[in-house]
């Protein structure tokens, strides 16, 4: 069996999947972010065609259940611009949400998480590619399990990849333990986002040893020195025999992150003076064809 990725238009191949951005946002919405709302189809169609123009071919949306998503416009710009767009499924921080919400899906989560990846999210028929959970300040709270859960349940339903905000980069093993060790997700199946952000050596290093793919993503802010230690942090996992789980992304998440275009007009450059052109390929290219690949029949499995 092909591997594949799922697509908003569908599924593809993986090994057509091309450069990619491996966590961003066209799309997002949040309480915690008034008046900062990425909800401007035209902007988004600018930044996709933007990352086009510098290579770019697909783009991972990590935006959740809840969060402004816009599935529709989603596959809009996907059949207009020509750029893979991966879509999610899944649930944020209790906190990017009204008070109730997560009560009331608490004991149907995995279903919905299902129901958007093989059917469709709402009527749209746009189906997600992967699922997207939250964990806590150095911590797994009882939102971040029940979600997690459910994110376990829908995977073991499906296939379909996992990713992980982990919040400031903290509790990145704690997360690993939960799904990997006592829910049953293969770790090669689980993407660690903003790993960058807490750059403890040891900590990522012990990630990639178990096996999970590491996401450095959301350079240029302000407020996170994420730009500066990105290079050594990528060199230093490459040397260390990990360099086949390293994965890139802009995390745009308000309007004046530069996100897309930067990832490849400004940081590029400087990762392959620093890796070398192969190895980076094989961060922007190889690894995300593997990490967002839904499940695959071995040739022992006929």
Known sequence: MVATVRTVL???????LGVCDAHDHLFLRSPLLPGQELDDTGRAAEQLVAFRALGGRAVVQWTPYGMGREPEALAALARSTGVHVVAATGLHQAAHYPPELPGRLRDRLAGLFVS???EGIGSTGVRAGLIKVAGAFHSIDAHSRLTMTAAAEAHHRTGA???VHLELGTAALDVLGLLC???GVGPQRVVLGHLGRSPETAVQREAARAGAFLAFDGPSRAHHATDWRLPEQLTALTDAGFGGQLLLGGDTTVPETPGMPHLLNRLRPRLEQALGKEALD???????ARAFAWRVSSPSEG
Do not use: F
Request: aromatic letters at 0%; charged letters at 15%; a negative charge.
């Open 181 to 183: 060790g006592e829910l």
């Open 161 to 163: 990849p996992i990713a």
């Open 10 to 16: 569908g599924d593809v191949p993986a090994a057509e």
């Open 282 to 288: 094989t961060i922007l290219v190889g690894n995300p």
């Open 116 to 118: 958007e990846l093989t």
